[in-house]
């Protein structure tokens, strides 16, 4: 193992490469912790420090942002805006057949899909920039028990400072953007992925080290230990599919033989990734959002309805939250598989150029079959996907622990997951070069 990392800096191009993306990473920190505009920073860490709590959509945007998202800072939005834009347009495909036909085109047309992406993200980021800076002017960006502190955190409430931190805030995600590809071209991995696995793996210290402070060293161990074993299964279910064994006739063009040789359709158990859990924690968000700003004034009592949302939908400690997330996550894996994985679409092109599955006739009787495997597979998907979403909720409720407990949720799937496509591109790398690889 030692050995295989040595080769990885003795190969020239693959120690520019990392080198190259460890720099990007460092820049994309740093951008994290520089505050915006008319910003009170100290303000803004008085609120950390006395709200360490967030629910819903907050949460997860902040955790996506590597907590940048409650400083305020340049790097606020963080990824968030160009996910939301990617899968709006993963899902415009299925709306409108100009997007599908793009699709088609092969790396023409998706060149056309990536830079809709980029326009509608650079749009989202008006917009989330905008909603931000409101709600932290509003005094609600820490919740309805925020300290006098949390209402005073932007320094200029004029016109021309709003509109300086929202074009901050926006150019923070352009650049976030520009440096995601960056890395995809000229470093290692996936540029965007790697920038969410940073935000998320940077929180994982300062989770560990407030566990250990305030639950203790026997709590700390109890959670090291649950989290080394459900990082195993996350490894063991992600690496998990049911090949689906294709054969290809064998066709004579002129004097070649084309064709005749075995291959298989790979499906995974987890499809969706953590698109599902993004979804239900975004829907279930929304009804606490329209509450937050349906508060009455002091003194009188909220509306029934207000307060039933408030003591059901708010947090995440109440069964009921807890069965509606689920049921969530589970029905938006069927539906986002069913998006992205289009069983007709495969067996007409398995048909074109000559394959079938054994025993199963080609055309319409294929798409069945794989329309029947997909169902069957995509149910202990969802349900591995709804449980592990569920680990930090059950961890609120054993010690107390939402905010701090790091091995749970979509942090944990997207942690393993780039980590495990980022190594086996370093090892593809240099079996290039070598003949033995990073992985045995």
């Given amino acids: 193992m030692f050995r295989a990392v040595a080769r990885i800096f003795r190969t020239p191009d693959l120690r520019r490469k990392i080198g190259f993306t460890l720099g990007i990473v460092a820049l994309f920190r740093l951008g994290s912790f520089i505050p915006s505009p008319f910003v009170d920073f100290a ?67 998706q060149a056309k899909l990536t830079q809709y992406t980029r326009y509608l993200t650079i749009a989202l980021g008006v917009l989330q920039s ?18 006098t502190a949390c209402s005073n955190l932007i320094t200029n409430d004029a016109w021309y400072s709003i509109m300086l931190m929202v074009i901050t805030m926006t150019a923070g995600t352009g650049l ?31 989770s560990l080290g407030a566990i250990l402070t305030g639950q203790g060293f026997p709590i700390f161990i109890a959670v090291i230990g649950v989290g080394i074993v459900i990082m195993a299964l996350v490894v063991l279910v992600e690496q998990s599919q049911r090949r689906i064994p294709v054969q290809y006739a064998k066709r004579m063009v002129g004097r ?16 969706a990734g953590v698109v599902p859990v993004i979804f239900a924690s975004s829907l279930l968000y929304l009804p606490a959002l329209i509450a937050q ?57 398995m048909k074109k150029y000559g394959g079938f599955i054994p025993g199963i006739r080609a055309g319409r009787p294929t798409a069945e079959y794989l329309d029947y495997v997909l169902t069957r597979v995509t149910l202990p998907g969802s349900i591995y996907l709804g449980l592990i979403a569920l680990v930090p909720l059950i961890a609120l409720v054993a010690v107390n622990a939402n905010q701090n407990f790091p091995f749970g949720g979509a942090s944990i799937l997207i942690v393993v997951g780039v980590g495990l496509e980022t190594v086996k591109q370093i090892d593809s790398q240099l079996q290039q070069r070598h003949y033995e690889g990073l992985l045995r």
């Fill in 130 to 147: 905008t909603t931000l800076i409101t709600v932290a002017r509003s005094g609600a960006l820490f919740g309805t028990s925020s300290t």
């Fill in 43 to 109: 303000n803004v860490k008085a609120c950390l420090s006395a709200n360490s709590n967030t629910s819903g959509l907050y949460e997860l945007v902040n955790l996506f942002s590597g907590g940048a998202l409650l400083q305020l800072s340049v790097f606020a939005l963080g990824i968030m805006p160009y996910i939301t834009s990617s899968i709006i347009v993963q899902l415009l495909r299925v709306v409108i057949p100009h997007f599908d036909s793009l699709y088609k085109e092969g790396q023409t047309g």
């Fill in 176 to 206: 976030i953007m520009w440096m995601g590809e960056l890395i995809t071209e000229r470093g290692i991995g996936n540029g965007m992925s790697l920038l969410i696995f940073t935000s998320i793996a940077a929180r994982f210290p300062g």
């Fill in 293 to 349: 700003f349906n508060q009455p004034a002091a003194g009188k009592a909220p509306a029934p309805w207000v307060q039933w949302i408030t003591d059901y939908l708010t947090k995440g400690d109440h069964p009921l939250y807890m069965v509606l997330y689920f049921i969530l996550i589970v029905g938006f894996t069927y539906f986002y598989v069913a998006i992205t994985f289009n069983p007709e679409e495969v067996a007409d092109n």
């Fill in 256 to 271: 070649r033989t084309y064709g005749g040789n075995n291959t298989y359709i790979p499906i995974k158990v987890n499809m």
